[in-house]
Each structure stands twice: as C-alpha cells, then as structure tokens.
C-alpha cells in the first residue's frame, strides 16, 4: 500500500485546510485508514481515524468539533477537513493504513510521507 498525503500548508490561526491522502491499492475499501500528527519535539498522536466503510469515526479530543474525517472508496480518498485551526495544532500530519479494526490507532502499518501544516497566531 502507497499512500500519498497532500495539502499541508501555512494558515493563520482560525483558519481551515483539507487534507487528503491518495492509496495506491486495489482494495481500498478494505482498509481502516487514519490522521496522525507529529509536532516538534513531540511523539506522533492519532488525530482522527475511520473505518473502512466510513460509517464509524474516532477523535482525539485535541481536534473533536473541529476536523472532520471522510473517505471516499471510489476514489481511493481519505480526507481531513481541519477548521479553526490553533497554533497547537501545527504538525507534520501522516495518513495510515491498516486492515483490521480502525479503532486500535496503534496498530496502523501503511504511512504515507506526511505533509506539513503550519499555524501562525
């Protein structure tokens, strides 16, 4: 699985971005896939995950209320819609993939190369 994550960028705070991350996989559908962050000096922590169907979603409460997280399976699309955003939030942000339970958000095994989002006060 290939995983190509796009539309990290510089925003001022309050502000919103989309990301999405492209698979290179023939069964999409089939995979739990995910939004993880890195910020400097921090470990990387799960932002938002969704099933494979689409149809369950989990957030950290640091994003809850304000990202969102789709998919589309006819396109091989995941998405990240991030709305009012804070200085904290700025991080490099990595899609991942993984079949089996999109829940258990340590257990992901395909990452993308990440994009970076930047938020100025």
């Known amino acids: 699985v290939q995983l190509q994550a796009s539309g990290g960028g510089l925003v001022q705070a309050g502000g919103s971005l989309r990301l999405s991350c492209v698979a290179s996989?023939?069964?999409?559908?089939?995979?739990?896939m995910g939004w993880f962050r890195q910020a400097p000096g921090k470990e990387r922590e799960v932002a938002a995950v969704?099933?494979?169907?689409?149809?369950?979603?989990y957030y950290s409460d640091s994003v809850k209320g304000r990202f969102t997280i789709s998919r589309d399976n006819a396109t091989n699309t995941v998405y990240l819609q991030m709305n009012s955003l804070k200085p904290e939030d700025t991080a490099v942000y990595y899609c991942a993939a993984k079949r089996g339970s999109y829940i258990i958000v340590n257990s992901y095994d395909y990452w993308g190369q990440g994009t970076q989002v930047t938020v100025s006060s």
């Open positions: 996989v023939r069964t999409f559908s089939i995979y739990s």
């Open positions: 969704i099933s494979w169907s689409g149809g369950s979603t």
